[in-house]
T-cell receptor, first 114, second 113 residues
Framework: KAGVTQTPRYLIKTRGQQVTLSCSPI?????VSWYQQTPGQGLQFLFE???????NKGNFPGRFSGRQFSNSRSEMNVSTLELGDSALYLC?????????????FGDGTRLSIL | GENVEQHPSTLSVQEGDSAVIKCTYS??????FPWYKQELGKRPQLIID?????GEKKDQRIAVTLNKTAKHFSLHITETQPEDSAVYFC????????????FGPGTRLSVLP
């Protein structure tokens, strides 16, 4: 099975722009979670989608949003980019609809804001 | 909300020695505790996990112990090898609907040859 695929791998944007990141989960996985990883804050949970619905949400401002499509692929959008949004954005998928299931991570998208 | 602390932040051991990383959590409702290994420039990979109805779990050189009363869990790596060098993250999962994890800040393990 192919692993979790994230595109693009690298992205450079300027302040005020918006960006969309994409995540394709492992085939058959229906839960997709997004995380922000920075050296200072570690891994922070953004949100989780299941069956095209946001099921859980972390403590991030409304500039961070996401969606999931019927094929379980997910996108994350960040509007009005700030310098502090520079980070590695990781996507993880899980195989079942239950709680607390093992997660499989993608390689991430490294976003740099100039 | 849940808070996960992890110690030490850095750990250096000689090859062949054991390494222990400890995590504490605050929310007694958390009932799933995975550990991830992240090598430099790579994705986090699940190496072992434990649920609150189990006190210990072992997989070859890796073991995890859980003390629900004290709200702490630990990762034990025996006979360390240079390829064990990485950042290790613990996490706590809530007993709610779906996936909602809080991660510890990570431990950078260096295994010296």
């Amino acid at each position: 099975k192919a692993g979790v695929t994230q595109t693009p791998r690298y992205l450079i944007k300027t302040r005020g722009q918006q960006v969309t990141l994409s995540c394709s989960p492992i085939s058959g996985h229906r839960s997709v979670s997004w995380y922000q990883q920075t050296p200072g804050q570690g891994l922070q949970f953004l949100f989780e989608y299941f069956s095209e619905t946001q099921r859980n949400k972390g403590n991030f401002p409304g500039r961070f949003s996401g969606r999931q499509f019927s094929n379980s692929r997910s996108e994350m959008n960040v509007s009005t980019l700030e310098l502090g949004d520079s980070a590695l954005y990781l996507c993880a998928s899980s195989p079942t609809d239950g709680s607390n299931q093992p997660q499989h991570f993608g390689d991430g998208t490294r976003l740099s804001i100039l | 909300g849940e808070n996960v602390e992890q110690h030490p932040s850095t750990l250096s051991v000689q090859e062949g020695d054991s390494a222990v990383i400890k995590c504490t959590y605050s929310d007694s409702a958390s009932n799933y505790f995975p550990w991830y290994k992240q090598e430099l420039g790579k994705r986090p990979q699940l190496i072992i996990d434990i649920r609150s109805n189990v006190g210990e779990k072992k997989d070859q050189r890796i073991a995890v112990t859980l003390n629900k009363t004290a709200k702490h869990f630990s990762l034990h790596i025996t006979e360390t090898q240079p390829e064990d060098s990485a950042v290790y993250f613990c996490a706590a999962g809530f007993d709610n609907y779906g996936q909602n994890f809080v991660f510890g800040p990570g431990t950078r393990l260096s295994v010296l040859p």
